[in-house]
């Protein structure tokens, strides 16, 4: 997998947050250089913290929270992807940042 084509992914994912945007382009930064290894176990921890499962994904697709912030269509459209990437054997969030992180997640050993 190229590692650093898909951190670009989540640092320009909509849904990435700031802490792991930044985790993100530090790593990208220090790619190829002798901090890569630090900065790649800054963005892992950092993707520990953000990157959510895809059950977490269904619950707060079905929370009052959600459908007050993204309104009622939006949040059911959470759970119904979540849902079906659930079924089809997903793990993580589906949203942008989710998806990228959980690919990195998976793919560590090759950051």
Request: proline fraction near 2%; include cysteine.
């Amino acid at each position: 997998m190229d590692m650093k084509a898909k951190v670009t992914e989540l640092v320009n994912a909509s849904s990435v947050c700031a802490e792991a945007k930044a985790a993100g382009e530090a790593y990208l930064k220090a790619a190829g250089t002798p901090g890569q290894a630090e900065a790649a176990k800054a963005l892992l921890a950092e993707l520990k913290d953000d990157v959510c499962s895809v059950d977490d994904a269904i619950a707060f697709g079905g929370s009052d929270a959600a459908k007050k912030y993204l309104g009622e269509e939006a949040a059911a459209g959470i759970v119904k992807a979540a849902k079906a990437s659930k079924a089809a054997g997903g793990k993580y969030c589906v949203c942008p940042a989710c998806t990228a992180g959980g690919e990195i997640l998976d793919h560590a050993e090759e950051l």
